[in-house]
């Protein structure tokens, strides 16, 4: 399991991490989200063992990820600007991985020499940005880790790659446990793959759920109400955004649906629908009571 307890990092003067707290649990796909400048590097470079906190832990398996070879050993991770020696080849860095990975497996190599199709003699820094991206995944998988942790993981990959890579990883999950942690901006593609999500603003994890609980935990109301009709949802509820067209109304409520809507249809609404929240709307909308919202400009 990864842990992070209370770890604070400050860059001159500049808190990047304010008491940040995440658990990672073995075996499944965690999902860390936050808007541009949240702390989500910083973290990844925590578990990673590249920055030391402050003040607070970073832990893997319970202890200290921080100049830990043991550990480290058992880690594989993908930045998004993956680093690669100059005039590398991919065979060149498989040589590199092996002699630090004591569970490098050689055969997986070979397998998967087919399913990516590189040249695996050619320089690296040559390959376009979508093949050094596959070539990373390549050898990160080789390493046979216990934690993967992926930065930005499927950027620049067309969709079919990006449909085998999360097939890989996703079955590297079920049949050897392995646990990732991936940060990615495509919600949209991490509402698919992950069992836990934890949003992060302003160096904090704001709210750390499994996804389903999370998409349990709050819903999407649309109603109808006849001519002349606008009734107040009632005070107790926590209405999160309002909005209508014409007499159609949408509310955004902290809740569970069950009741939520029957709480709603006290009012006797025309028609009232709940409708699943994705997970790129829970993220906007969570966000909004931290005054990060989509902000209309007048010119």
């Known amino acids: 399991m990864i842990e992070v307890k209370n770890v604070v990092k400050t860059f001159g003067g500049f808190r990047a991490l304010d008491g940040a707290n995440i658990t990672v649990p073995d075996g499944g796909v965690y999902g860390l989200v936050g808007p541009n400048g949240a702390g989500k590097s910083t973290v990844i470079r925590h578990l990673t063992g590249i920055y030391r906190?402050?003040?607070?832990?970073?832990?893997?398996?319970?202890?200290?990820?921080?100049?830990?070879?043991?550990?480290?050993?058992?880690?594989?991770?993908i930045p998004d600007d993956w680093y690669y020696f100059p005039s590398a080849t991919i065979r060149d860095m498989m040589k590199f991985y092996r002699g630090f990975y004591p569970k490098f497996d050689g055969k997986l190599y070979e397998k998967y020499k087919g399913?990516?199709?590189l040249p695996e003699k050619s320089v690296i820094r040559r390959l376009s940005k979508g093949m050094q991206k596959?070539?990373?995944?390549?050898?990160?998988?080789?390493c046979r880790p216990r934690y993967m942790?992926?930065?930005?993981?499927?950027?620049g990959l067309d969709p079919v790659m990006r449909r085998q890579v999360w097939?890989?990883?996703?079955?590297?999950?079920?049949?050897?446990?392995?646990?990732?942690?991936v940060s990615s901006h495509n919600?949209?593609?991490?509402?698919?793959?992950c069992d836990h999500v934890g949003i992060m603003h302003k160096g904090k994890v704001l709210i750390e759920r499994s996804l389903s609980d999370l998409q349990d935990n709050i819903v999407k109301l649309q109603a109808v109400?006849?001519?002349g009709e606008?009734?107040?949802?009632?005070?107790?509820?926590?209405?999160?955004?309002?909005?209508?067209?014409?007499?159609?109304?949408?509310?955004?409520?902290?809740?569970?649906?069950?009741?939520?809507t029957a709480r709603f249809n006290m009012f006797h609404p025309l028609m009232l629908e709940a409708l699943p929240l994705s997970l790129e709307e829970i993220f906007i909308y969570e966000l909004g009571g931290e005054h990060y919202a989509v902000q209309e400009i007048i010119l």
Not at 149 to 155: F, N, Q, R, T
């Open 225 to 227: 109400w006849s001519a």
């Open 149 to 155: 942790i992926l930065d930005e993981p499927v950027d």
């Open 187 to 193: 919600l949209r593609e991490l509402e698919d793959v």
């Open 53 to 77: 906190p402050d003040s607070g832990e970073v832990l893997v398996d319970g202890a200290p990820i921080y100049e830990n070879p043991e550990k480290k050993a058992e880690l594989a991770v």
């Open 115 to 117: 399913v990516f199709n």
């Open 134 to 142: 596959q070539a990373a995944f390549w050898l990160a998988m080789c």
């Open 230 to 260: 606008t009734p107040v949802p009632p005070a107790e509820l926590q209405v999160l955004h309002t909005s209508h067209v014409g007499r159609v109304y949408t509310y955004i409520v902290r809740g569970r649906a069950e009741a939520v």
């Open 167 to 181: 097939s890989m990883l996703l079955g590297d999950v079920s049949e050897n446990g392995t646990t990732v942690l």
